[in-house]
């Protein structure tokens, strides 16, 4: 889950991570009345779930209240368009605004995990305020890295070590080398996948801080952290995720294909994106429908799917262990029969059941919206082909 920059802060400096004073607000008079109380000279920050702001026009410095005023005003409600948001961009609904800094060197922080590793790493680069994967791209040694063994947890000579790499001393160096500890705690302690300062800055009067922040929730950690679930913005997430998650579907996520995914399995769900891809196709989703014999979870799955308007074919790929085959093909039945299916599936089936959930398939007479494979690869191609609109061998 993702949370937005002014909830991130939140968190941040409940660690100990120095953010500048500031407040969200939600039209253009509570922003002006925020950069009042802050004393006029305030920066306007629109807030979605998505970088690339400044660049967009979603970030603008303000020098008293009615200019706090004006810049909400066109930043809340504009649609703005990043090279994150994709071209259809995000509606802005709330801004964060917060005192002006003046700013002597943008730097890069943040922790993460290193999915290689198998640990969170802790990255710094002095070329703070530019994508860091550009960076990495351009110049790999620029980047300062420090894994960090989950069994000893955070060291103090890791912060003192990358705080040198970002070419800090005295003062500074001690404000980087005890941010980058409070970081680290906030990472850990709000279950983050990702917690990314772009910039973290030193100002000219000396301070260092974290201008901008970024977090990224593991979601399967989100039962343990209430006060962060709470934070959750479903305006922000793909409308049907949001649905599919409303009917109980947790593992589905929306793709740019046109093939849309039926799989029991992550692992095998995975495989049959591989497949699809291999035959020259895209995946419209990935889904793991789970272990569950509930005819209603796979009915509402090819709803689902069938909302994508992007989704030319269905793949229904079910290798049944402790899911029965003969559940899946009472759901596929009753998906067609209520008109819940726009476009061919393609069906691979095997496992428990699989000659129960034959003769369902059979006896329901929907032999003339289904194509039947033998093995993944069989299965692949004629969704690919059933996508691309061609005559499919059934
Ligand atoms: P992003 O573009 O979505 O990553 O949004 P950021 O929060 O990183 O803001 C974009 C840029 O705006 C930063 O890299 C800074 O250069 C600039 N900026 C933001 N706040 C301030 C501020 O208080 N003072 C100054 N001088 N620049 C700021
Ligand atoms: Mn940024």
């Known amino acids: 889950m993702k949370v937005h920059e002014?909830?991130?802060?939140?968190?941040?400096?409940?660690?100990g991570v120095p953010v500048p004073r500031?407040?969200?607000?939600?039209?253009a008079e509570e922003a002006r009345e925020v950069a009042q109380e802050l004393g006029g000279r305030v920066v306007v920050k629109a807030q979605i779930h998505a970088g690339g702001r400044g660049k967009g026009?979603?970030?603008?410095?303000?020098?008293?209240a009615d200019e706090a005023y004006q810049v909400a005003k066109q930043i809340i409600g504009m649609t703005l368009v990043t090279h994150q948001t994709g071209p259809e961009g995000r509606l802005v609904r709330r801004v964060l605004v917060e005192e002006q800094m003046e700013v002597e060197r943008e730097l890069y922080l943040a922790v993460l995990i290193d999915t290689s590793a198998g640990r969170p790493l802790i990255?710094?680069?002095?070329?703070?305020?530019?994508?860091?994967?550009?960076?990495?791209?351009?110049?790999?040694?620029?980047?300062?890295?420090?894994?960090?063994?989950?069994?000893?947890?955070?060291?103090?000579?890791?912060?003192?070590?990358?705080?040198?790499?970002?070419?800090?001393?005295?003062?500074h160096h001690r404000a980087a080398t005890s941010l980058v500890a409070a970081l680290?705690?906030?990472?850990?302690a709000s279950d983050a996948s990702l917690a990314e300062i772009n910039p973290l800055v030193v100002t000219r009067d000396g301070r260092v801080l974290a201008l901008d922040a970024k977090l990224n929730i593991?979601?399967?950690?989100?039962?343990?952290?209430?006060?962060?679930?709470?934070?959750?913005?479903?305006?922000?997430?793909?409308?049907?995720?949001?649905r599919a998650q409303s009917l109980g579907i947790n593992n589905y996520i929306k793709l740019s294909g046109n093939i849309g995914c039926v799989v029991n399995g992550a692992g095998l769900a995975m495989a049959t994106m591989d497949a699809i891809k291999l035959a020259g196709g895209d995946p419209a989703n990935f889904l793991d429908i789970g272990t569950v014999n509930n005819v209603d979870r796979v009915v509402n799955a090819l709803r689902i799917i069938n909302e994508d308007a992007s989704v030319k074919?269905?793949?229904?790929?079910?290798?049944?262990?402790?899911?029965?085959?003969?559940?899946?093909?009472?759901?596929v039945v009753q998906a067609i029969r209520e008109g819940s299916v726009r476009v061919p599936i393609v069906t691979r089936l095997a496992g428990t059941n699989l000659a129960e959930g034959e003769r369902i398939l059979a006896e329901a007479a929907v032999g003339d919206r289904l194509v039947r494979a033998a093995d993944l690869g069989e299965a692949a191609r004629k969704s690919v082909e059933a996508a691309?609109?061609?005559?499919?061998?059934r």
């Not at 680290?184 to 850990?188: D, E, P, S, T």
């Not at 593991?218 to 949001?242: Q, Y």
């Open 6 to 15: 002014y909830q991130a802060k939140q968190l941040l400096a409940a660690h």
């Open 22 to 27: 500031g407040r969200v607000a939600a039209t």
């Open 57 to 64: 026009g979603g970030v603008k410095l303000a020098n008293s």
């Open 123 to 171: 990255m710094a680069s002095a070329a703070g305020g530019m994508e860091i994967e550009e960076v990495a791209a351009r110049d790999p040694s620029a980047i300062a890295r420090v894994l960090v063994d989950p069994a000893t947890g955070y060291q103090p000579y890791m912060g003192r070590h990358l705080a040198f790499a970002l070419g800090l001393s005295g003062d």
């Open 184 to 188: 680290y705690r906030a990472f850990a």
């Open 218 to 242: 593991d979601d399967n950690a989100l039962f343990r952290r209430k006060e962060i679930a709470e934070m959750r913005d479903v305006n922000e997430e793909d409308p049907l995720e949001v």
């Open 313 to 331: 074919a269905i793949l229904v790929n079910i290798f049944g262990g402790m899911a029965r085959v003969d559940v899946i093909a009472d759901g």
């Open 388 to 393: 691309a609109g061609k005559a499919v061998v």
